[in-house]
C-alpha cells in the first residue's frame, strides 16, 4: 500500500485505473484486489472480468483463487476462464468454481485434474451453456463403464460396445455436447499402472461423435509409457469409431509424439469423409493439420482397403499437415495449396522425392516444417517464392551436403524468427559467391563499429573474423567417425555463420537432432560462436555437437537475453568437457527461466547449482547425468530455490545419490516450499530406470521440459480458441 501511496496511483479517476489494470495479467489481478476495498470494486467491472487466464506459475495460494474467481459479482461476468495446465488445482475445486460461473462459455482445462465425474457434473448443471471445452481425458471413464455394466476387465476389451445403450453415460449429456463449437482433448501419460484396467479410446470418440455441430476439434496425444506399450498389443485395431458427422467442422488438428496413445487414421478417415458425404464442400476446411506416425498404415474393413484420405478440393487450406503416403499422393493435387500459410511435411514415399513443385504451387508461407525423409529442395527457388517466412525447421534428409548453401538461401529471409536445424548447417560454404558477400558484410560491419564505440566487444571480435583455408586436425576422441575440425584461429565459415549475419531477428533457434552418421566432412566447429549475434534471441537448444570446449556459450550468454537453454550430450562421450565453461555462462544469464542439460559425467553439481543463483528468474531445472561419479550437492541445491523466488519444477536425475537421499531431499523441498509455490513439482532419481512408473510429469512439464526434441513449428503450448 506504501508503494501505490507514494505514486499516488489511486488518484486516478476510475476510468484511468480501470485503463492500466485492462493491461496486467490476472495474477496481478487477484494481488490487486486485496490491496483495498476501491480496488477490489473496480475489478469487478464486466471488461475486467470477461476473461480470467491463470498462469500455471501463479504465486497465489488455492484460497485466495477460488475467494476471487467466486465473488458473486465477478462470477456472474466471466465468459472465458482458462485454467489449462494448473495442475495444482484439485478436481473438485475446479468443479466448484466453474459451477459458481452462470455467464460461462469457455471452459479450457487441458492439463489440469478436473475429472470425468466432476466434468459431467458441470456438464449437467441446467445454466450450463459451454461453447468451448479444453480437456484433460479421463482414463477411468471406461472404467466407470465397465462397472456398470459388471463386466470383467478383459469381457470388457472383447465386447462389441458399437449400440447406444453402451454408452449411457455419455448419452445422457448428448444436447450438452451438441452446443460445443470447439473441442481440444488432451490424452495424457498415465504413470499409475493400477488405475490402467484397460488401454482404449472408444469412449472417447463416442463423446467426440456427440458434438455434431464442432467447428474446431483438437487432439493432443503424447507417448506411451512402458506399461502401456506392453498393454496395447491390439493397438492398431482396438478403437471403435461410430458414425461422425461434423457439417460445421473447419479446423482438425492431431498432434502426435512418438508412439501415441491413440490410433489415428481411422478417425480421420471418418472424419474427412463427413466433409465428402455431409459438406460435399471442402473449401469450409481452414486446418488440417493430422501429424501421426502410422497415416501410412492402411487397415482392412469388411474385406475393402480403405484409403486414408478421399478426392478433396484442398484451396482454402490456411494450415497443413502433408503426410508424403501413397492413401494421400493418389488424390493430391500440389496446385490446390496457393492459399497455405502453414505447412509440415512428413513421412516420405519413393514417389515423391522433389518438394519443389509443391512448394512453388504455394503463394507466400509463413511457417515451414520438414520431418519427411528423402526429399530434395530447391532452396534457392523456395525462399524467393516466400520472402516473408518466420518460422522453418528441417531434419537431416538425403541432401545433406546441400545444407550450408540452404543456410546462405535463407539468409535471404529478414523476417526469420524461428529456425531448426540440424548440424549440417556447421558445413563449410563452398560457394565462392556466398564467400565474397559474407566478406563484403564483415567488413562493412568492422568499419560501422569502428565508427560506434557503443557497439559490444563480441561484435568486434566476430567482425574482425575472416575466414581462410584451415590447417585439419585429424579425429579426436568423441568426435563422429571420419569428422575433422578446424583448428586456426582464422577458419573457414559455415552455413551458420552466414544465417546469424543475415537474419538478424532471430529468438529461437535449435540445433542437432541429426540421427544419421556423418563422415568424411568437415565441421567449422567455431562458427557456434556467430549465434552470438542473436541479440534477440531468447530460447536456444543445442543436441549432440561434438563441441571441443564451451567458449561459444559464454560469448552467447554475454549478448543474447536468454531464457531457455536445452543442452543435451555435447562433445565427447567421456568427462563433461564445458561445466566450466557453462557455469560462467550461467552467471550471465539473469532472465534464464527454464534450463535442461542432459549429460554424461558432469562431475559435482555444486558449481551448476551455485551459477544458477544468478539466475533470479529461473521457473523450471532439470539435470540429467548418467554414470555420474559423484552425488547430488543438496546444499547448493537449497540454495538455488532460496535465491531463485519463482523456480517451481525441479527434476534432477543424477547417478551415484542414493535412493535414501534423493528421497529426503525431495520430500524436504516439498515440505518447505509447497505453501508458498502452489505448481511445485519435484522429482529427484538416481538413474532413469522407467521412470514413468513411479514419477509423475505434470503434462506442462512433460512435453516442454521432459520430451527433449525439436519445439520449433511443435504444438507445446494448448491452443487458445477464440469464439
Not at 512418438?258 to 458425404?277: G, H, M, V
Not at 539468409?411 to 558445413?427: C, D, E, N, Q, W
Not at 559435482?604 to 543463483?613: G, I, K, M, N
Amino acid at each position: 500500500m506504501e508503494t501505490l501511496s507514494n505514486a499516488n496511483i489511486l488518484k486516478f479517476s476510475d476510468e484511468i485505473l480501470l485503463q492500466i489494470i485492462s493491461n496486467i495479467n490476472t495474477e496481478d489481478i487477484i494481488n490487486l484486489s486485496q490491496v483495498c476495498s476501491r480496488l477490489d470494486r473496480l475489478l469487478q467491472d464486466r471488461s475486467i472480468c470477461v476473461k480470467s487466464e491463470i498462469h500455471w506459475n501463479v504465486k497465489i495460494l488455492r484460497i485466495g483463487l477460488v475467494k476471487f474467481l467466486q465473488d458473486p459479482f465477478r462470477a456472474s461476468y466471466i465468459v472465458h476462464l482458462i485454467l489449462n495446465d494448473i495442475y495444482w488445482v484439485p478436481s473438485g475445486v475446479i468443479r466448484s468454481i466453474v459451477l459458481k460461473l452462470t455467464s460461462l462459455q469457455e471452459l479450457d482445462v487441458a492439463g489440469s485434474q478436473l475429472s470425468w465425474n466432476h466434468l459431467s457434473q458441470i456438464f449437467a448443471h441446467p445454466l450450463s451453456r459451454l461453447l468451448s471445452l479444453s480437456w484433460t481425458w479421463d482414463d477411468q471413464l471406461e472404467e466407470l463403464i465397465r462397472k456398470r455394466k459388471s463386466m470383467s476387465s478383459s469381457s470388457f476389451g472383447d465386447a462389441n460396445l458399437s449400440s447406444d445403450t453402451a454408452w449411457t453415460e455419455l448419452l445422457e449429456l448428448r444436447e450438452k455436447f451438441q452446443l460445443l463449437r470447439s473441442l481440444v482433448v488432451h490424452i495424457p501419460e498415465i504413470f499409475n499402472t493400477n488405475r490402467l484396467i484397460i488401454s482404449s479410446h472408444r469412449a472417447l470418440c463416442y463423446l467426440i461423435s456427440l458434438c455434431t455441430n464442432l467447428e474446431q476439434l483438437w487432439i493432443f496425444s503424447w507417448p506411451k509409457t512402458t506399461t502401456e506399450r506392453k498393454l496395447s498389443s491390439n493397438f492398431m485395431t482396438e478403437e471403435y469409431y461410430p458414425l461422425v458427422k461434423f457439417p460445421h467442422l473447419h479446423t482438425f488438428v492431431f498432434s502426435a509424439h512418438e508412439s501415441p496413445k491413440i490410433f489415428i487414421p481411422r478417425l480421420t478417415t471418418i472424419l474427412i469423409n463427413s466433409f465428402q458425404n455431409e459438406v460435399k464442400d471442402f473449401r469450409q476446411l481452414k486446418t488440417l493439420w493430422v501429424d501421426h506416425p502410422f497415416l501410412d498404415v492402411v487397415y482392412r474393413q469388411e474385406n475393402r482397403y480403405h484409403s486414408t484420405w478421399p478426392i478433396m478440393d484442398l484451396s482454402s487450406l490456411e494450415s497443413f499437415c502433408l503426410p508424403l503416403v501413397d492413401e494421400v499422393l493418389n488424390h493430391f493435387d500440389a496446385s490446390k495449396l496457393q492459399n497455405c500459410r502453414h505447412l509440415l511435411v512428413t513421412h516420405g514415399s519413393s514417389r515423391f522425392t522433389s518438394l519443389n513443385k509443391l512448394l512453388g504451387s504455394i503463394a507466400n508461407l509463413e511457417s515451414f516444417a520438414s520431418k519427411a525423409f528423402n526429399i530434395r529442395i530447391d532452396w534457392g527457388q523456395f525462399v524467393n517464392n516466400h520472402p516473408n517466412l518466420k518460422a522453418i525447421r528441417v531434419t537431416d534428409d538425403a541432401m545433406i551436403s546441400s545444407y550450408a548453401d540452404a543456410c546462405v538461401a535463407m539468409g535471404k529471409l529478414a523476417r526469420l524468427t524461428k529456425v531448426s536445424l540440424p548440424i549440417y548447417s556447421l558445413f563449410e560454404i563452398k560457394s565462392q559467391d556466398a564467400v565474397v558477400e559474407y566478406t563484403k558484410r564483415v567488413t562493412n560491419t568492422t568499419h560501422e563499429i569502428g565508427k560506434n564505440s557503443e557497439l559490444s566487444e563480441q561484435s568486434v571480435h566476430l567482425s574482425s573474423e575472416y575466414f581462410c583455408e584451415p590447417h585439419m586436425k585429424r579425429k579426436r576422441i568423441g568426435l563422429p567417425s571420419g569428422v575433422a575440425v578446424s583448428q586456426s584461429k582464422r577458419r573457414s565459415i559455415s552455413g551458420l555463420d552466414y544465417l546469424t549475419l543475415f537474419c538478424p531477428k532471430v529468438d529461437e533457434f535449435e540445433l542437432g537432432f541429426t540421427e544419421r552418421e556423418i563422415g568424411g566432412v568437415k565441421l567449422v566447429l567455431e562458427s557456434l560462436i556467430s549465434i552470438s549475434r542473436w541479440t534477440h534471441l531468447k530460447k536456444l537448444t543445442l543436441d549432440s555437437i561434438p563441441i571441443t570446449n564451451g567458449d561459444c556459450l559464454v560469448q552467447i550468454a554475454k549478448s543474447c537475453r536468454l531464457e531457455s537453454i536445452r543442452l543435451s550430450d555435447l562433445g565427447p562421450s567421456a568427462k563433461c568437457i564445458y561445466v566450466n565453461a557453462l557455469c560462467s555462462a550461467l552467471k550471465l544469464c539473469s532472465n534464464l527461466k527454464d534450463f535442461r542439460l542432459q549429460q554424461k559425467y558432469i562431475g559435482s553439481t555444486a558449481p551448476l547449482f551455485q551459477s544458477l543463483e544468478n539466475c533470479v528468474k529461473l521457473e523450471r531445472m532439470m539435470l540429467v547425468s548418467h554414470k555420474n561419479d559423484r552425488p547430488l550437492e543438496e546444499q547448493g541445491l537449497l540454495k538455488v530455490m532460496s535465491t531463485c523466488s519463482r523456480l517451481s519444477v525441479i527434476y534432477l536425475i543424477v547417478d551415484s545419490t542414493t535412493k535414501a537421499s534423493c528421497f529426503a531431499m525431495r520430500k524436504g523441498l516439498e515440505s518447505r516450499y509447497r505453501e508458498t509455490r502452489p505448481a511445485l513439482s519435484v522429482v529427484i532419481r538416481n538413474d532413469l530406470g522407467n521412470e514413468e512408473e513411479d514419477a509423475k510429469f505434470p503434462s506442462v512439464h512433460y512435453r516442454q521440459l521432459v520430451i527433449f526434441g525439436p519445439q520449433v513449428c511443435s504444438f507445446t503450448q494448448f491452443p487458445r480458441i477464440v469464439l
